[in-house]
């Protein structure tokens, strides 16, 4: 089977710099995705590391390490519209190409 | 514009009713999904379609039906037979290429009373 964990609220100030911590247990998968989600509303794709390394996307960075098992989302200079739940997500290995999320990470961003 | 619709946005049914949520896609991808959510909960995985006529079950199948006649349209039927079904569900497509993303729909909350 597979699971990931993460931690399940963070808070920070506006401007600030945050890391989500991503750690997996899986058999085989292609990447690990990352999406936002505001309440009531749909996930929305952030990221997406197929290789190990860092992969930059404006104030987002997302960075995978297949060694460790453990991947990270980075959200720099925090605004107040980032407040929202974040989920990891690993596409499975296969045709089908499944994800498999995380159960989120809640972040607060305080003024 | 493309994308994925979800209808209706808000669903409230009695107990021992069965409810089909619809989810209609212009976006020419070839795989769809139906993956519920509860509070404070990640999304778990319903049913999962690669193509026409051919779907398979994910984690939490049972209690659901879905079909796929045509490739634009994957509706899922919460039966009486799903104990728990009151939750937020969400419908997605993925386009060919392998890019890590799923589209979401906007989502139906669905409230058995």
């Known amino acids: 089977g597979q699971s990931l964990e993460q931690p399940s609220e963070v808070t920070a100030v506006e401007g600030a710099i945050v890391q989500i911590n991503c750690t997996y247990q899986t058999s085989g998968f292609y990447g690990l995705s990352w999406y936002q989600q505001h309440d009531g509303g749909a996930p929305t794709f952030l990221s997406y590391?197929?290789?190990?390394g860092l992969e930059e996307t404006g104030r987002f960075s997302s960075f995978l390490s297949r060694s460790d098992s453990y991947g990270y989302l980075l959200l720099q200079e925090l605004q107040m519209k980032d407040s929202a739940s974040y989920f990891c997500a690993v596409i499975l290995a296969g045709s089908a190409r499944q994800l498999t999320f995380g159960s989120g990470t809640q972040l607060t961003v305080l003024p | 514009d493309g994308g994925i619709t979800q209808s209706p946005k808000y669903l409230f049914r009695k107990e021992g009713q069965n409810v089909t949520l619809s989810c209609e896609q212009n976006l020419n991808h070839d795989a769809m999904y139906w993956y519920r959510q509860d509070p404070g909960q990640g999304l778990r995985l319903i049913y999962y379609?690669?193509?026409?006529?051919?779907?398979q079950k994910g984690d939490i199948a049972e209690g659901y039906s879905v079909s796929r006649e045509k490739k634009e349209s994957f509706p899922l039927t919460v039966t009486s037979a799903q104990k728990n079904p009151t939750a937020f569900y969400l419908c997605?497509?993925?386009?060919?290429?392998?890019?890590?993303?799923?589209?979401f729909g906007e989502g139906s909350r669905l409230t058995v009373l």
């Open positions: 997605a497509s993925r386009p060919r290429q392998n890019t890590g993303e799923l589209f």
């Open positions: 590391n197929a290789l190990d």
């Open positions: 379609s690669q193509i026409v006529n051919d779907f």
